[in-house]
């Protein structure tokens, strides 16, 4: 391969790629040499050393190659495709259960390289569901190989795996003398593992099961590092070189606020809010989450702090992910601090412009203490005249940056204020230090006195009768109810072709069948702010006895009298999300239940549902959802801001994350911001892999 070949040179310049293969290549977004190498196997297949037909003995996993003489596809209740494969010692029947794609790839006169487990049919030798190779007739007769290993890659119907591994074989000696290693020999010999070459080359062209182990434990560790180190920077860059307002804190301003709460507050919250005072009282930037179960109160002690900011005469913002969740925080927080003189303002996206452009002045002068809002606070023309705290409420839906743009909206380079964030949504530990780690976190556990217990029951379609039933026998009692559906509109459709339940649908069977007379009403985003407000009103005034909605009522609906909640088509909905709704309930002093109807038709939906009804405690629930649904899935790179790992894996890696916490920690401790010119190659991975989503461009 020519001296002048770099990383960023296109494949179609490749010696040995021709232009269909470079084609093909880019239709997977392998466009130049680096990204080619950089394409990981998913897996590695073990590849038993080749035997001719008449080597082969039953019992045993072989491979071997020869040349289909004869195909049949067989119908009938297990379908299947059948075909005989021929070399000079004798004769092997193929079979593939389900399989009649594969006279697409397999018929008379092709030669193929087969593997499986060798069974006796009769008086031959059959491999059921055998992996399959078509050698390329046009090229010479690969050589018959050894026992290895072999990469599977990611790959398209356009390209398969076995393509790409030809195309990488062709550059990968050049391309491995062409990567850079981020980390110093010392520092990879203390922690065993290989160069970055060697990572690339092992994933690539394994010789061994414990170089594919190596390798991944070096490529995965390369990425929780990297995210660690920026995690870390952004960490120290806010506690060292930023300043917030102290703000003040006395035994006579605790006091003032304490009057102003409806209740008393419970051990969790006080412990909460002991660590937060502690923070608002330095000008070392508070960064810290508020980790607590549904209905745990964590609004009260937000609002002890937001507090503690309008007692210094400065300014504090809470910003929710919906205009549902804000106006429901405006309106609690209004009814607490009706009889005092904080002034509270209202931004959405759906307030008037008008009404925005007169908010905007009075809160760039000063005269509106406590801002509530959504994405709206964001917008660059929300100046405050002094913001002290902002607080950002279910803290899974905003990334980093957006933390970093909220700071920004009030201050100039070396001031911020400080920030709380909170969520109801409990997050297990590891990916709570993985995405938040620039966070310290405060737990608010154990639940107000006067809540009741809900009992969660699970109802397949067929017996959903007794979840209504259930309902309306409460109603009778004067209470009321909510009724969860996935979607708006009827018409939409499963992944499996079946029919998603809807608001319409089920309303009108409802007030048809189960709970006639009955006054009940739709809630959901479609509907004008003005309607849902009403709405919510009348059914925390008993007018409306059954809310049937979406998920919008997912958090910051608070109704002690609703005591029932019945979630139709609950497999349709995550863990988390699932116990956020059943929140909404168990809010007073009755006892309250949950209604499941669902037939899950996956083990990961069956699993959900049970670990829902055998528990209420939201932080074994976030463990087991973690579990079951691995961390892409909990939380998104969409939610959190963060590109995905290629490699690593939470649940797996956990101690290699640690490691590397540790390590970043270390690092950063003496490089802050990783300016020695050794550290340049990491430095330009870091930013480009991390500097957008954690911010990373205002840390120097």
């Known amino acids: 391969m020519p001296d002048q070949v770099t990383l960023t040179t296109p494949v179609e310049a490749l010696p040995g790629i021709t232009a269909r293969q470079a084609g093909l290549l880019r239709t997977l977004g392998l466009t130049n040499l680096g990204r080619l190498v950089a394409h990981l196997p998913m897996r590695h297949e073990r590849m038993e050393a080749e035997s001719t037909v008449g080597q082969l003995t039953p019992g045993t996993i072989a491979s071997t190659r020869g040349e289909i003489t004869a195909t049949r596809p067989v119908m009938g209740k297990r379908p299947r495709f059948e075909a005989v494969l021929l070399d000079h010692t004798g004769r092997l029947d193929l079979v593939w259960f389900n399989g009649l794609y594969m006279r697409e790839k397999i018929y008379p006169g092709v030669r193929v390289r087969v593997q499986g487990k060798v069974n006796t049919r009769g008086p031959g030798l059959q491999i059921v569901n055998p992996k399959a190779e078509v050698i390329d007739s046009e090229g010479p007769e690969p050589a018959e190989h050894d026992a290895a290993w072999r990469p599977v890659y990611p790959a398209s119907e356009q390209i398969n795996s076995v393509m790409i591994w030809r195309a990488i074989k062709k550059v990968l000696p050049r391309a491995l003398e062409l990567i850079e290693d981020h980390l110093p020999e010392a520092y990879r010999k203390e922690r065993e593992m290989p160069s970055l070459a060697q990572a690339y080359r092992m994933q690539h062209q394994p010789e061994n099961e414990s170089e594919i182990l190596g390798s991944r434990r070096r490529l995965a560790y390369d990425e929780f590092l990297l995210l660690q180190l920026g995690v870390h920077m952004r960490r120290a860059h806010l506690r060292e070189r930023l300043r917030a307002p102290a703000l003040r804190f006395s035994e006579g301003i605790d006091a003032h606020i304490r009057e102003r709460l409806p209740f008393q507050l419970t051990a969790g919250q006080e412990s909460a809010v002991r660590e937060i005072a502690a923070d608002l009282s330095r000008a070392t930037p508070t960064n810290r989450l508020i980790q607590g179960d549904v209905g745990s109160g964590k ?243 008993g007018e409306i006895k059954v809310l049937v909605a979406t998920t919008v009522i997912e958090v910051g609906v608070d109704v002690p009298n609703a005591t029932v909640m019945v979630v139709e088509q609950a497999d349709r909905f995550g863990l988390a999300q699932l116990h956020q709704l059943r929140g909404r309930v168990g809010r007073g002093s009755k006892p309250s239940g949950c209604w499941l109807i669902a037939d899950p038709v996956t083990p990961e939906g069956d699993a959900r549902l049970g670990v829902m009804c055998a528990t209420t405690d939201g932080f074994v629930l976030a463990e087991k959802d973690l579990e079951i649904r691995g961390p892409g899935e909990v939380f998104g790179t969409r939610q959190s801001g963060l590109p995905p790992f290629r490699v690593a894996d939470l649940m797996r890696d956990r101690a290699l994350l640690d490691m590397a916490r540790r390590d970043a920690a270390a690092w950063v401790k003496r490089s802050p911001v990783l300016a020695f010119p050794e550290e340049a190659v990491i430095r330009r991975r870091l930013l480009k892999s991390y500097g957008e989503s954690l911010g990373l461009a205002d840390v120097g």
């Open 299 to 541: 609004t009260l002690v937000a609002l002890y702090a937001m507090l503690m900011a309008v007692a210094s005469k400065m300014q504090a913002s809470i910003m929710a992910p919906t205009e549902i969740l804000a106006e429901q925080h405006y309106e609690g927080l209004s009814k607490i601090l009706k009889a005092s003189r904080v002034r509270l303002a209202l931004l959405t996206g759906g307030t008037p412009k008008p009404e925005r452009e007169g908010l905007l002045s009075r809160l760039a002068a000063g005269e509106i203490d406590i801002l509530i809002g959504t994405h709206a606070l964001l917008t660059e023309d929300v100046r405050f005249k002094e913001l002290a705290l902002a607080v950002i409420d279910e803290q899974h839906r905003f990334g980093v940056h957006q933390r970093a743009r909220l700071r920004a909206s009030a201050t100039d380079a070396t001031s911020t204020p400080h920030v709380l964030v909170m969520t109801a949504t409990p997050i297990p530990r590891t990916l709570a230090i993985t995405l938040f780690g620039d966070l310290d976190i405060s737990v608010v556990r154990g639940l107000p006195p006067g809540r009741s217990p809900i009992v969660t029951s699970e109802v397949g379609w067929e017996r959903r009768s007794e979840a209504y039933e259930d309902v309306a026998a409460r109603l009778a009692r004067g209470e009321q109810a909510y009724v969860v559906v996935p979607a708006i509109e009827p018409g939409e459709a499963g992944p499996g072709g079946e029919a998603i339940r809807d608001v319409k649908t089920v309303l009108r069977e409802l007030e048809e069948r189960w709970l006639k007379g009955v006054r009940m009403a739709p809630l959901h985003g479609r509907l004008a702010r003005d309607t849902r407000e009403a709405v919510m009103e009348r059914f925390r005034q």
